[in-house]
């Protein structure tokens, strides 16, 4: 009997954006933020991914930041089981319940034409071969990574700024400095990445 193909190991992704003066008549500068997040044998290893652009939109950096998270995966023919977390409901909903239709119907939709075609397109390619659950989360609702990840956006929109692939996150040492404040008492890092591995055990 054949080898199931399914991938095994658990990526665990936070993403957020950033676009300031959304919506301006003038340049509109932009940034994403990815938290990722991974088991080896010396614990949870955890690497950040953000990206900047001068002039564009929410919408767009939310699609431009997974689409530089599933780069990295992919480097190498690596596959992975994926869970993404991101509050921007226009990346979830795209991709569970717009992007289906659209490639069934060959890439248009019944409203006219799609909006960012070519980062939808690129995020779909980039995603091929892994397993990947999209979750939306309410933003700035105390969510420590999720908070983590919006201001490596605005940061990153801020001074446009743009990481060199996965560099080492310093998330840890932002969640300790703000439990120091009292912020996010009792959460554990470790503990949420277990928990969300364990909801995704027997997914195909």
Wanted: proline content about 4%; aromatic content about 8%; glycine content about 8%.
């Amino acid at each position: 009997m054949a080898q199931s193909k399914r991938p095994k190991r658990f990526i665990l992704i936070h993403a957020d954006e950033s676009c300031l003066r959304n919506g301006a008549e003038e340049a509109t500068p932009g940034g994403a933020g990815v938290l990722i997040e991974a088991s080896t044998p010396d614990g949870i290893a955890r690497r950040d991914v953000f990206i900047c652009a001068p002039d564009t939109t929410n919408n767009r950096m939310a699609l431009a930041g997974a689409i530089a998270a599933f780069a990295l995966l992919s480097q190498r023919g690596r596959r992975y089981r994926v869970l993404l977390v991101s509050d921007s409901e226009y990346l979830v909903k795209g991709m569970t319940e717009w992007l289906p239709t659209w490639k069934a119907r060959g890439w248009r939709r019944k409203g006219g034409k799609i909006e960012n075609l070519e980062l939808w397109q690129k995020l779909a390619q980039a995603t091929a071969g892994h397993h990947v659950r999209w979750q939306w989360v309410r933003g700035h609702a105390g969510h420590p990574k999720n908070e983590y990840v919006n201001d490596l956006a605005m940061r990153a929109a801020a001074e446009q700024l743009h990481s060199n692939g996965a560099e080492p996150s310093h998330f840890e040492e932002w969640l300790s400095e703000r439990q120091k404040r009292k912020m996010f008492a009792g959460y554990d890092p470790d503990d949420d990445f277990a928990e969300c591995e364990m909801n995704m055990v027997g997914e195909s």
